[in-house]
């Protein structure tokens, strides 16, 4: 028996606002899968499609603004670890948690915390078995699509726990920055960050646990929040679009 309590349900709005919803009535330690969305939710107020066959569930955790970032690292890293138990592609982690394989994104995670309540809401949507829509075709892909067969979702959901729960166990900041880094495609990368209000363009000189240290024509920046577009390396200008 593992750590978590899981909860599956048919069909839900998001797996997330019905995770945050019970994670105020005081539960801890649960997980809430769906087999189909209708509301999903991604980062910076996006959609997320939720058609039968992907993989879409919100861990409830206990954390304080410390640990938030912490195990918002280790979530991405434990992703990459869970696919690379299926399919030996070369997966990485995109900033700030996007799981990218073959230049496409595979996986999106969105995570809410609320420290009055103390809790954080880990969501997690995986592109399993599901048909990638036509509208994100040249963006995002499936792990059925990348290993041409399909698998038993709910079976990647108890490897991912098993390894989430491994280091929940003894958790190591350090040592997740470390993996963090290790998995990291952004790193060392010119990159367009799209914050909610301003672009920057810089090189990705690190990763902190504060945000990514861009070197940009002017100054070092750490910017925490934002979308993270990879561009060319090319000569003269680092900056040619990707
Ligand atoms: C992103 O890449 O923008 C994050 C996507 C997160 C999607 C997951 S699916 C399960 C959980 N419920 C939601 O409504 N969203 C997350």
Known sequence: MGRFEIIHLNRIDSTNTYAYKLAKEGKRDIVVVADEQTSGRGRL????FSDFGG????IVLESDVDKFPVLNFLAPICMVK???????KNYGIKWPNDIIVNNKKICGILSEINVEYGFMVLGIGINVNNKIREEIRDIATSLKEVEGKEFDKMEILKTFLEIFESYLNNLSPENILKEYKENSLTLNEYVKIITPNREIFGHVVDITYEGIVLQTDE???IVDVGDCIHLRKVFPSPYGSN
């Open 82 to 88: 869970t696919l690379k138990n299926y399919s030996n």
């Open 55 to 58: 993989l879409y569930f919100s």
């Open 219 to 221: 100054k070092l920046e």
């Open 45 to 48: 107020n996006r959609v997320w």
